[in-house]
């Protein structure tokens, strides 16, 4: 059976109780503690300073008439000034680290009856921080003190999940939070949902910066600002949201825009210019596309990430910005620091949490959602409720959840093209052919030679039949015979490290039977027709 050890501060006016006979007729919380017939004390922490070391011995010798079970340790503090916050939460801060605690064979109980409030507050900071494995136990005098001096005692585990109604309410304000990320992100992606879920909690819980990454019209710039909402919603921001495309800023321009400058810190300024930073000081400042920043730029953002300070352009006077650092890329960063193009200390400040966003191309099943979202959006914009023909939403789902169905431009080119079509819509209903005209719009833009499009280009759409798996190695195979000068050595090439272990290979002829299963030779792989062929 465990033992019970209370830890508390002696209350120097509670615990005096007078001289002599007549204190034995007050309540004293830190002697009453130890009188609860269902609550044994095995071992009390006696807290106090140099003043009370008097009465701290006469509560000792109390308590052992009443209890003698109870063993009393009195621990002298340093403590000046009772009521000053930070002394007294560093004093119980070193208190706590200094002590072996032994929860396998001890329960621990904090009161915090006694001592002044600010005792009581680093108390209970110092228990939910879990720097004190213990929960607390709040002592109350008596209703008639003639015939009972001991009292009644309560104790609170700050454990929420053990209170019902508070563990409800959490979980109601956590599917607001999780709303409040997800308005306007429509996903029945269970990895994507785990993602937001993550991303609430470090929202809610750190100040650090975040990194997301993903390919352009992701919804980083989104993601951002629902972030920053979230946060000011809880009051953990009264600052605003700067938005910076950090490829849209070079040299001079960079500096400027980003740090600010000062009258005459260059050609034309001819005034002094605070700067996105200040703008967004007590805010929130996302900084997308930030691989594409110099590396002179890449060295005052850390300085102001880790320092809240940094010089203005042209300036030898430290301007001050306490904001909060979301980041976004489509780069690799890590590659970028292999390479020299980006600061490795900068990447490892912004790189706590990452998140990756995934894009459309890999979330098919919330193309229908989506779809949905964009037509919404579409009629709060425009004052007119579009739909689709059942078979023209059928036609063009399928078309948009298949391997053909590029996406290179994500959520944002499906907003374009829900647009397109609610546009040319007529009496608010989009139909197949207008549907068809959407789709070889898309193929022609997605048709630009890349190797991701090499088998579309020489089978046209009975390249929509191939697996994902045929189609990409379809595309590299493609694009090494149009990089190749015959059929043979196309096939060298291709098979170099097989046909070592061949004693008369032939690779022309591999090839040859390869293309042949897609209805192709070398010649039109390569994008030549019969009648070029022939000319």
Known sequence: MKST???GFLGTTLDFGGKGAQR??????????CQQENLLIHRLELLHDARSRGLAERVRLDIAAVSPETEVRRVELNLRDAWDFEEVYGALLDYARGYAFDPEREDYLIHITTGTHVAQICWFLLAEARYLPARLVQTTPPRKLESDTSGTYSVIDLDLSRYDRIAQRFARERDASLSTLKAGIATRNAEFNRMIERIEQVAGRSRAPMLLVGPTGAGKSFLARRVYELKKQRQRLGGQFVEVNCATLRGDAAMSALFGHVKGAFTGAQTERPGLLRAADGGLLFLDEIGELGLDEQAMLLKAVEEKRFFPFGGDREAQSDFQLIAGTHRDLRQWVAAGRFREDLYA???????????????????????????????????????????????????????????RGNFRELGASVTRMATLAVAGRITEPLVQEEIGRLRATWQDGTAAD?????LGEGADGLDWFDRCQLNAVIELCRGSNSLSDAGRRLYAISRADKKQPNDADRLRKYLARFGLDFERARGRSADARGA
């Open 24 to 33: 034995w007729e007050k309540w004293r919380p830190t002697v009453a503690l």
């Open 454 to 458: 090499a088998a579309t280009q020489v």
């Open 5 to 7: 050890v209370a830890i």
């Open 349 to 407: 400040r912004i790189n706590l949490w990452t998140f990756d966003l995934p894009g459309l191309a890999e979330r098919p099943e919330d193309l229908e959602p989506n779809l949905e979202f964009e037509l919404a959006r579409h009629a709060r914009e425009h004052g007119e409720q579009v739909r689709f023909n059942l078979e023209a939403r059928t036609r063009y789902l399928d078309f948009a959840t298949s391997a053909q169905a590029r996406w």
